[in-house]
């Protein structure tokens, strides 16, 4: 059995999916996402268990919120929680999780900053002209809601159709997606936010002051829930577009886990639903 693993989501698709790709149906296609709550509780528990047996169960849904399940996120946070409670003596709570958390995405030594920098540096070596996308992530990075190509190109004061040309390399290599709606947003949270305090010239390249921090912190989380709320409400106009297409049609079965082919129903609506 071979295995071909790779984070660039749409290169892979093309050498797998591409009828005209030698490697056309040699290989099932698996897409692994960011881990669930329970996934993502027992990464961190597993890490943190030098520091607490029991781990909090609020240090571990904290991990989660700020992580949003991606394994490298909480793999980084949680070293870097070890190392401010032991060494810093810092108590095992929710606030040590986003210092952690802060200090690992705005710090020059920052595992998280480094690997943002280390996505973002090799995909634009990918794109032709690096000024061109480099100015249409920064925009995009101070919209969470994401932006229509027309935005973005009256933005930056430039032709829709070489906007379109950027726009389509940069879905390429997957720093942004198309949405539902028809609108630009990165694909990941937290490069959002790395890119826009990294564009701004903000570093940390030492241990800030506690009232420094704090307030990096509370600003950091905000932004962060604001960019991560606004790419799940565009997932969720996806997921609403996607079943307002089905109407009865016959599928293979094993795009949901089941075996043999199975109908589609179909709706009459779909809309978000709150439940308290």
Known sequence: VYVVAGSMIGLMERIFLDAESPLFVHFQLETVGPFGREDSHSLARKRLLRLADPVPGYVLATIYRVTRGHPFYIYATCLRVIENVSLLHKPLNPATVEEAFTLETLGSTGRIYNLCRYVLEQSLQSVRGETMPQAVMQVLAQEPAGMRLTEIAARL?????????????????????????????????????????YYSGLQLTGLPSQKVLSNLVSEL????????NELGLAKESQVRELLQAFAGQEVDGKLFGLSG????PAFERAAQVLRP
């Not at 726009?167 to 609108?183: A, I, P």
């Not at 989380?221 to 991560?228: D, H, L, N, P, S």
């Not at 082919?261 to 589609?264: A, D, G, M, Q, T």
């Open 157 to 197: 004061k430039r032709p829709s159709g070489a906007i379109r040309q950027v726009m389509t390399w940069l879905v390429d290599v997957d720093l942004v997606e198309q949405r539902g709606d028809k609108s630009y947003g990165y694909r990941d949270p937290v490069l959002q936010i790395w890119v826009a305090y």
């Open 221 to 228: 989380m905000e932004k962060y829930e604001r960019a991560a």
């Open 261 to 264: 082919r199975i109908k589609l």
